[in-house]
């Protein structure tokens, strides 16, 4: 197993906080590997100190097979950057910014490529200041693709869109990894950790709280789902659920909900209220998300604290 990224032990303390508390991962070569995590977890901290921007405290860093040291310009040319909140300049069209930041770079790109790869050919003569908030951040990540890197790490790409641009950004999240390159992305949305990634890694206040593919998480943590009972008495829903063993009945409104341990109880549930003659107007099944593992993890919940 080739690694793009290892981190062990990695620690980051400022005046005193630890903002990055001894985590160690690995991110395999090719996936993408989403850091989840609400603000102010220590995911830029991190995905700073990987990138050689930021100097650890402590802990060992390895990107592609070296140790990452921020003087080293070989490994810096072979990685690409999206910074949060990341903003080019204003009054420069998309193939003048694109060239621009080609022109850092020793190597030769072909910016044709790369507006292609992106879906730009549209706006190549359009000011950046113009662009939406989308199309901006499929420019900033076009820009983080001038070097042709081998990793590009993407700190919150999609914070602020609204969800039909955020979509356009997860496709071309999804392309960058059809063409073989590794993403390091940090969020604070699960439905992008979830729909995107083959590892997340959930951190919060600095330490890390789990790790996995989004279903052995939910598998793991999340697990239950809750049938949701809905139009019905909830006096005698709740007798009947009482009498099955369930002790965890919830009421909100006019809806009764039942945590189920195996999705195949429905049945059995379903099949006695009809015994006992109790009414509903319809069912629903929620099956838990990568929210309800942080949810259990931490105790807090995720996307409330999200910007
Ligand atoms: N340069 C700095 N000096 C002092 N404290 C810092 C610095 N950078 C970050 N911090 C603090 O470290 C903690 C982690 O911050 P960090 O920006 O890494 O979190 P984050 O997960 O990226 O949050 P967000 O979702 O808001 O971007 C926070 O408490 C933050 O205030
Ligand atoms: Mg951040």
């Known amino acids: 197993m080739n690694y793009a990224i290892e981190v062990e032990n990695l620690t980051k303390i400022y005046d005193g906080l630890k903002a990055v508390d001894n985590i160690s991962f690995k991110v395999r070569e090719g996936e993408i590997f989403a850091f989840l995590g609400p603000n102010g977890a220590g995911k830029t901290t991190t995905v700073e100190m990987i990138e050689g921007i930021r100097v650890p405290t402590s802990g060992k860093i390895r990107v592609l097979g070296k140790e990452m040291n921020g003087a080293d310009r070989d490994i810096k040319e072979r990685i690409g950057v999206l910074p949060q909140e990341f903003s080019s300049f204003e009054r420069l069209t998309v193939r003048e910014t694109l060239f621009y930041f080609s022109s850092i770079y020793r190597k030769d790109v072909d910016i044709d490529h790369i507006i292609e790869i992106m879906n730009l050919h549209d706006e190549e003569k359009v000011l950046y200041r113009n662009l939406s908030g989308g199309l901006k951040q499929r420019v900033n990540i076009a820009i983080a693709l001038v070097n042709d890197p081998e990793i590009v790490f993407l700190d919150e790409p999609t914070t602020g869109l609204d969800p039909r641009s955020r979509r356009d950004v997860w496709k071309a999240i999804e392309e960058l990894k059809n063409r073989g390159k590794t993403v390091f992305l940090t969020t604070h949305y699960m439905e992008e950790a979830e729909y995107l ?30 049938l949701i009972i809905k139009g019905g008495s909830s006096t005698e829903i709740e007798g009947v659920m009482k009498e099955m063993g369930y002790g965890k009945v919830r009421i909100k409104n006019s809806s009764v909900e039942i945590r189920m341990e195996k999705r195949d109880e429905v049945m059995d549930i379903l099949f006695r209220l009809r015994e006992k003659n109790v009414r509903y107007r319809e069912v629903d099944i929620k099956h838990s998300d990568l929210e309800d593992v942080f949810l259990q993890l931490t105790g807090e919940k995720l996307e409330g604290e999200a910007k």
């Open 197 to 226: 990634a083959d590892t997340v890694t959930i951190i919060h206040k600095g330490k890390i709280v789990a790790q996995g593919s989004p279903e052995k998480l939910v598998e793991k943590y999340g697990g239950k789902s809750t």
